[in-house]
């Protein structure tokens, strides 16, 4: 007799769904996604109903984790934490919401402030509206003919235009499930730590320092010896977008304190050791020790940026053919801008410079 299924069997693009544990599962977009990045979700389920680790980036992503939480049990999502405010982490909250309206939604007072902030990008307010489904569907439009262009450009190789046409459909199907995306603001925010108790899976939620963002939260399952860290680590390549370096390092030490048996990323493949976020921490240190002395000695970003060497990490980031070359941009080249300027003592503000979407849908591509 076949076993019954722990994962539900239901359609939940863009992801693929998978068992971490009989407590925990994953949602996660597949390496062969080229739409609009998506962070991991994670769905822990205690007792009396479920928590859930981010929820996306549209209501559309949102709409599907609440089909996949009702398609395993009757249970309520009773909690949602975001772990940070990039716009592919908390934009599934609206949807959720409507399926559950006492949901607790958890995360940072900076997370919570980055939500809120200038910064967000244009295609988001705080509640629905048709400018915001029209300006992603121009988006769309924008993208569909850039890749157009790609696959009809007899330079681009085959497995290069393979990907575009692949991008194509993932794009178009986030234009289609965009409506109804609004920013929901966090309305429990903690400091140090919050216990969602349980007695077979109670959660940690922690914040353990500056990272990746102001405010990034960790989420512990203490009996599981579960972690997930949000883009404080992000598998194959790791994003680098107005960071805190030295602080980084310092959050990596105390995550791999944890002595977690799992750690799930904020995007990409679950790790069960700590090869990856050994690499990581030894990546940022390297970056500081190049950039932090001849910043210093007051030598200007863009001389910085020739001066240093970062070209071994295209083996350790660049898993995939693209990221081969795109390694730079996600990660060495603003951690260069970030290590500049702590060396300096500049401020390091968040979304200072842009996080769209579009500019989003440039690391997918
Ligand atoms: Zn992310």
Redesign the pocket.
């Known amino acids: 007799m076949p076993a019954m299924a722990a994962v539900p069997l239901i359609d939940v693009r863009p992801f693929a769904a998978r068992e971490i544990d009989p407590q925990v599962h994953l949602l996660s977009t597949p390496q062969d996604y080229y739409g609009p ?1 998506v ?1 991991n979700v994670s769905i822990i389920e205690q007792s009396d109903g479920y928590v859930l680790v981010d929820s996306g980036l549209s209501a559309g992503n949102g709409r599907t984790i609440v089909n996949y939480v009702k398609a395993r049990s009757a249970k309520p999502v009773k909690a949602v934490v975001i772990t940070h405010w ?1 716009n ?2 908390p934009q599934g909250v609206s949807a959720i919401r409507q399926a559950w309206p006492k949901v607790r939604i958890i995360a940072t007072a900076a997370t919570k402030a980055g939500m809120l902030g200038p910064e967000v990008d244009e295609l988001v307010g705080l509640e629905p509206g048709p400018q915001y489904v029209e300006k992603v569907q121009k988006l769309n439009a924008e993208q569909q003919a850039t890749l157009d262009k790609l696959i009809a450009d007899p330079a681009t190789t085959p497995d290069r235009r393979e990907r575009a046409r692949k991008a194509k459909l993932d794009f178009a199907a986030f234009a289609a499930t965009y409506s109804d995306t609004y920013i929901v603001p966090p309305a429990e925010t903690f400091d140090k730590e919050l216990l969602i108790d349980d007695p077979v899976a109670p959660v940690k939620v922690m914040f353990l320092g500056r990272a990746n963002t102001a405010g990034d939260a960790v989420v512990w399952l203490p009996r599981q010896k579960i972690v997930m860290s949000g ?1 404080i680590v ?1 598998w194959p390549t790791p ?1 680098g977008f107005f960071s805190y370096p030295g602080e980084w390092v310092q959050t990596l030490g105390k995550l791999k304190a944890l002595g977690y048996s799992i750690l799930i990323p ?2 990409g493949e679950p790790q069960t050791d700590t090869v990856y976020i050994d690499q990581l921490s030894g990546s940022i240190e390297d970056i500081r020790a190049q950039v932090g002395p001849l910043a210093k000695a007051g030598m200007p970003l863009d001389e910085v940026g020739r001066k240093v060497d970062f070209s071994r990490y295209a083996a350790v980031f660049g898993k995939t053919e693209r990221m081969k070359t795109l390694f730079k941009t996600y990660w060495t080249d603003p951690m260069t801008e970030n290590a500049w300027k702590e060396a300096k003592g500049m401020p390091i503000v968040q979304g200072e410079g842009e996080v769209t979407v579009a500019k989003q849908s440039d690391k997918k591509r």
Request: aromatic fraction near 10%; glycine fraction near 20%.
């Open positions: 990045a962070g990039h592919d982490h883009d992000v994003f904020g995007h």
